[in-house]
């Protein structure tokens, strides 16, 4: 037999297999009994993988697989030409003074500020963006995304839908068009659950390794939930359709009750679709705490009922898809054993014990709370970390920003001189928080110190983090923060090592604005011993200006200047004239961060904005946690 023939001979006979062939006709010409044509031309779509479009459906799977991919190696390229770039602007701007910085304020592509303008930091539609929207005062919607996770999201979200529905519509026999659309669905939303657990986790490699914030996947996060969920419930009924043409609502629930396949699968959706509904924003803040909790436990049982759905279907081997949630539950589960090793390193050491917090209320319905790690821990600025306390709902924790860490040598070393870096690291770490009483257990905390009756309080705790702190400040010349009340905890953690780094002659920085809002000057006494430690630092005349402003003063009298580096102001500031005075004096490249409420991270968004354009370089980061 010739080449040719043995090849063609190879692919056997192609005659369709028999549920294939059903598909194709509507009704079997030998068969005239309406239960039998049932039995042949629709039951058979409702079971196993009958008339599902196998090939299609890895075929698609690979596709979004590789639509996501494709992204996140898009924005990897892109943050490592920003490391490079910004590695260079630090190595040679750290040496030279303020004057001699001029080459990295001005923009050395003329299309970079229009696309900062216009995509990278736009908000989708005019100004707002991190506002809230609110119905009421107590019922709220969420928020908006920026015009490029606009971009991100439609990519997601369309892909999917062209994925699910590209089926060929105008085959005669609809139920085999039921039977397609089942698995494709069902196919997509299981490999949706792979990135959906992915970015749910605090430990997500891809934070660290493309520097976007949790903010951002926990945004990615809610959307693939949705499409999810979508995704099941179109995958339930589906098969429904199928299921009550074949045998009827009684034949179906029968089913439903007594198939362990099917009875995992139907469970799932449910679960699904109650997870859908309690991470509707207005429910969501309205009682955040507890859709935190049912959020974990009823995740759980989907992935579970997905896991029994895959393994019990009536084919050897189960699902295809049996793979893909076993990797979803091993990547939940080093997860979480990493956020239970983080908890047990941070506050356990066999020398000296275990967390121990002070917990002190200050004016203004705050907390300072100083947790004494054990151990050294390693601290960037810009950090948070996930906090519980022994006696306030133990098992709940919550992220705070990380406003001021303290490194403590070894009991064992003290009198030694130098207290070298080798030492500190042998003993132990303090770590500091400002937090806001507003509803439960920030209320909790607050109302317990307080209950205390002395300065201060002691409490078994313990500290899950630190996380994030990839926004290095120290390659730009020119650095403006931005705070709204206790959003300080954010940028004062910058301020004692960019200084300290001036010093040493370490960072580019040259010059430092700190600008923070405020509701009384009470709120002052929150960050009073770290400021009181900022302000006796060396040289910190030369590189730091704070300018505070008092928006509802008690006394006119309280609003005064210590000096011309630490100004106070009554009211707001006008930020957009605040920026661009900053811009006129900018020394080499400037970054303005802002952390506090969200009207006025979105003002601040809209100046950096303003002031985009060929002569100068700013760059925006934005703290937030859109929960």
């Known amino acids: 037999m010739s080449l040719i023939g043995r090849r063609i001979a190879a692919f056997g006979p192609l005659t369709p297999a028999a549920i294939l062939a059903l598909r194709d006709s509507d ?3 030998a068969v005239t009994d309406d239960a039998a044509a049932a039995e042949s031309t629709i039951m058979p779509f409702s079971t196993a993988l009958n008339g599902v479009d196998q090939h299609g459906n890895m075929l698609f799977k690979d596709m979004l697989w590789w639509t996501l991919g494709i992204m996140a190696l898009i924005v990897l390229s892109i943050r490592l030409l920003e490391i490079g770039w910004t590695k260079l602007r630090h190595v040679s701007a750290m040496s030279a003074p303020a004057e001699r910085q001029t080459y990295w304020k001005k923009s050395q592509w003329s299309w970079m500020p229009s696309l900062k303008k216009n995509l990278i930091y736009a908000p989708l539609w005019k100004k707002r963006h991190n506002r809230e929207i609110k119905l009421s005062s107590a019922v709220s919607i969420g928020t908006l995304p920026s015009r ?3 971009v991100i999201l439609s990519i997601y979200l369309i892909s999917n839908i062209v994925y699910v529905f590209y089926e060929d519509w105008f085959q005669e026999n609809k139920y085999a068009l039921a039977a397609e659309i089942r698995g494709r669905s069902g196919t997509l939303s299981v490999v949706n659950m792979v990135p959906l657990i992915i970015l749910a986790g605090r430990n997500n490699p891809l934070i660290s390794l493309l520097r976007v914030s949790f903010d951002t996947y926990n945004l990615l996060h809610r959307w693939m939930g949705r499409m999810v969920v979508i995704e099941a419930v179109i995958h339930t009924i589906a098969w429904a359709y199928v299921a009550v043409a074949g045998e009827g609502y009684e034949g179906m629930n029968f089913r439903l009750l007594h198939d362990s396949f099917l009875a995992s699968g139907f469970a799932g959706t449910i679960g699904l679709v109650i997870l859908l509904i309690l991470s509707l924003s207005p429910v969501r803040h309205a009682f ?3 859709f935190l909790n049912f959020h974990i436990i009823l995740a759980f049982i989907v992935f579970a009922m997905t896991w029994v759905h895959c393994a019990t279907a009536h084919i050897p081997g189960g699902l295809p898809q ?3 949630m076993i990797a979803i539950f091993m990547i939940w589960v080093a997860e979480r054993l990493a956020r239970m090793f983080r908890l047990a390193y941070n506050n356990w050491s066999k020398k000296r014990g275990f967390t121990e ?9 705050t907390t300072r709370v100083t947790m004494h790690l054990p151990r050294y821990v390693d601290v960037k600025p810009g950090t948070h970390a996930y906090i519980r306390f022994m006696g306030i709902n133990p098992w709940e924790n919550h992220p705070f920003s990380i406003a001021w860490v303290e490194h403590h040598p070894d009991a064992d070393t003290l009198g030694e001189k130098p207290e070298s870096e080798s030492k500190l ?8 928080f400002i937090i806001g009483a507003h509803t439960g257990f920030t209320r909790q905390l607050y109302n317990k110190a307080v209950s205390g009756g002395a300065p201060s309080i002691r409490i078994r705790a313990a500290m899950e983090g630190p996380y994030a702190g990839h926004h290095s400040l120290d390659s730009y010349g020119h650095v403006v923060l931005f705070a709204g009340s206790t959003g300080i905890t954010h940028q004062i953690s910058y301020l004692k090592p960019l200084i300290q780094g001036f010093n040493d002659g370490t960072i580019a920085t040259r010059r430092i604005t700190l600008v923070w809002i405020i509701r009384d000057t009470e709120s002052l006494e929150w960050v009073r011993p770290w400021m009181d430690v900022i302000l006796r630092m060396p040289r910190r005349r030369e590189i730091l200006n704070i300018r505070l402003f008092v928006t509802r003063p008690k006394n006119t009298k309280e609003i005064f200047s210590a000096s011309s580096t630490v100004q106070m102001f009554p009211g707001r500031p006008n930020i957009p004239t605040l920026l661009k005075k900053e811009v006129e004096e900018q020394v080499g490249a400037m970054c303005v961060t802002v952390c506090g409420p969200g009207a006025l991270a979105d003002d601040v968004r809209q100046a950096v ?11 925006f980061v934005e703290e937030s946690f859109t929960w």
Not at 425 to 432: A, D, E, L, N, R
């Open 425 to 432: 690291k042998t003993g132990t770490t303090s770590v500091s």
């Open 148 to 150: 490029l996770h606009f």
């Open 288 to 290: 955040y705490e507890t």
């Open 609 to 619: 904005r303003d002031v985009q354009d060929e002569s100068t370089v700013v760059d």
């Open 322 to 324: 049996l793979p893909w």
């Open 357 to 365: 917090a002070v917990v002190e209320p200050v004016p203004g319905d």
């Open 27 to 29: 009704v079997p010409t």
